[in-house]
């Protein structure tokens, strides 16, 4: 079973609302966002090996294999259990960098809950969370794999269970770097802090939505347009934005109005994380060949 080649999604998440309640002394925000997961994402192909070498194709252009996160992931998690076990992972990219959607953050999570199962290296979720935490901030929200409510700077997760809608998600052709929102003096930083019952019976909004629209007139080009359709908001800091459907079928008849050059997909919201499924799956398997 160690070496067996297994298939492993690593799934978007959107942030359905992200508000910011104030600031800290070191220049953290305290946040209340709300994460859920997506049926759509990269997939990780990892074929566990017994010579404790970690390698990653295909290569990312500007991006060095060691600084990749999920080669950082695969060595945390070597180091935290001392195991003499390596892999070979290959990388099918599908989600935009830097979009605000997890893409690499979620790569990271899906290597740490794989390599755990196919090492049987034998952590537990906060264990993982705990290296998780350690590779970015939200890596956590994946290797844990279900919808969650986050607070404090992003840390503190309550399990939630928002409706599962379906979305569309378009990728203006923009890069944000999130600390450019987060220092930019006309951020709202005093939404009043509430509780999950009351957020979720509000209306969703995202703090950071007008300062990126502001910035980023293609931003603000293809929300406007998305606003016509469907309630309609940035995920994080973007640049990606969706609008969120009660059909497959409205999600994918707005997308065909959208014209070729723009980067759109469609998907459903998911609590729990397609992650999850499949690695119960493998245990399933696993269990039944004992």
């Not at 908001?233 to 959208?258: P, Y």
Request: aromatic share 8%; hydrophobic share 40%.
């Amino acid at each position: 079973m160690i070496t067996e080649t297994t298939h492993w999604p690593s799934p978007a998440k959107l942030n359905l609302f992200l508000y910011i309640t104030g600031r800290r002394d070191n220049g953290y925000h305290e946040l209340q966002t709300l994460f859920q997961f997506l049926d759509h994402g990269d997939e990780l192909t990892i074929t566990a090996n017994q010579s404790g070498v970690i390698t990653l194709s295909p290569e990312i252009a500007g991006v060095a294999v060691h600084d990749n996160l999920i080669w950082k992931a695969a060595r945390a998690l070597q180091q935290a259990t001392n195991t003499s076990f390596g892999a070979d992972i290959e990388l099918k990219k599908v989600l935009p960098m830097g979009g605000g959607i997890g893409g690499g953050s979620s790569n990271a999570a899906t290597t740490l809950v794989a390599l755990n199962h196919l090492w049987q290296t034998g952590l537990n979720e906060q264990q993982l969370a705990d290296i998780g935490l350690t590779l970015g901030a939200d890596v956590p929200v994946f290797t844990r794999g279900f919808a969650a409510f986050a607070e404090g700077v992003g840390e503190k997760l309550t399990k939630a269970n928002p409706e599962e809608k379906w979305y569309l998600v378009v990728r203006p052709n923009v890069s944000i770097a999130t600390v450019d929102i987060f220092t930019h003096p006309q951020l709202t930083r005093n939404s009043p802090k509430r509780d999950l019952a009351t957020l979720l019976d509000s209306a969703y909004g995202n703090d950071c939505e007008k300062i990126v629209r502001m910035l980023y007139p293609e931003v603000d080009k293809q929300l406007s347009w998305l606003l016509q359709y469907a309630p309609s908001r940035l995920t994080g800091t973007g640049s990606c934005v969706f609008a969120e459907f009660l059909s497959q079928n409205d999600a994918e008849s707005t997308l065909g109005k959208l014209p070729d050059t723009v980067s759109a997909f469609v998907a459903k919201g998911k609590n729990v994380s397609p992650l999850y499924e499949t690695l119960a799956n493998y245990r399933l398997a696993h269990s039944q060949s004992i």
